[in-house]
């Protein structure tokens, strides 16, 4: 769909599609991320541009139904003392106005959509808060609080994802506690134990991680049967601590799920904590924030070859939030 001008309907800027540029950079070639920062700015400050290339990832709809005639509203340029992103849906009949972001992922914020993609950029690009309050000119308590929407978007896509493995697939199991580093204001961060799991013999391997209450043989039960396929060879050098014939019975559940458990590892799980640890700054993070911290971790491991990190992540925010089409 084309975008109109309120005030001239003929400009030929309007309706301009987007498109991408094709240089690349060290610092976004190691973030995963293949588009510029000049590349979005120019399309960010075109408004028409902008409602194109938002609406290609389908965050923005690319159309708005009339709730008094029934009938496709346009997206017209209007000034920016009216509505603070520069269009709108209007229904020209029935002089019925809606914001392009009603009914979509941004509808609840009160920031510009332009900031808003900047900063979901900032998060792609594993800006730090500083840097991106620079950039975006925004408080530092705002880019906390996109930052975890972000990362929830990022939990989300991990609770919709598959199990790992499969018949004959090795999955390396693990454990590892983070915490017990002496947090802000001289106070302690708790102990607290992640379990993960890894397929092994891939590069970016599929991967879980999960924040566990106990390190008993009901939790590690659930754990597998949540996370893991059936049929798995599954290797650790942990199942004797799990030994519990009053409470949990290996050979039994193995059994039961033609799981094949081995009492060796390669090594793989242990560099992804030596990885995780080093992204999360050591693992110092609060218990109510570690899960989307580790969730984020994960994600961004699946998309790293998908060409760029960034772009997957608006793609998926489409497919989360639909965006509403009528009233």
Known sequence: MDVLCESAPNDDDCGTRYSSSSSEDDERRDQGVAMTYMTLDSILNDNSRMFEFLRSFGVLANKYVCATCRKPMSCVKVATTRCGDGLMWRCAKDKVWRSVRKGTWFEKSKIKLKSIVLLTYCFCMRKSVQSTCRITGLSDKTVVDWFLSCREICSALMKKRGKIG????????????????????????????????????????????????????????????????????????????????????????????????RNKVTGTMERYWKEVKRVLEGGKRRRSGLQSHLDEYIW??????????????????????VPRVED
């Open 166 to 261: 499969g018949p004959g697939v090795v999955v390396e199991f693990g454990e590892s506690s983070f915490g017990s580093n002496k947090y802000d204001k001289g106070r302690w961060m708790a102990e607290v134990w992640v379990w993960g799991a890894v397929v092994c013999g891939k590069d970016h391997g599929e991967l879980v991680l999960n924040v566990v209450e106990k390190r008993d043989a009901r939790t590690l039960q659930w754990f597998i049967e949540e996370h893991v396929e059936n049929g798995t060879v599954i290797y650790s050098d942990k199942w004797d601590s799990y030994e519990d014939a009053e409470e949990f019975d290996l050979q039994s559940f193995a059994a039961d799920h033609n799981y094949q458990f």
């Open 300 to 321: 961004r491991e699946s998309v790293f070859v998908h060409g760029c990190a960034f772009h997957s992540f608006m793609q998926s925010v489409g497919a989360l939030y």
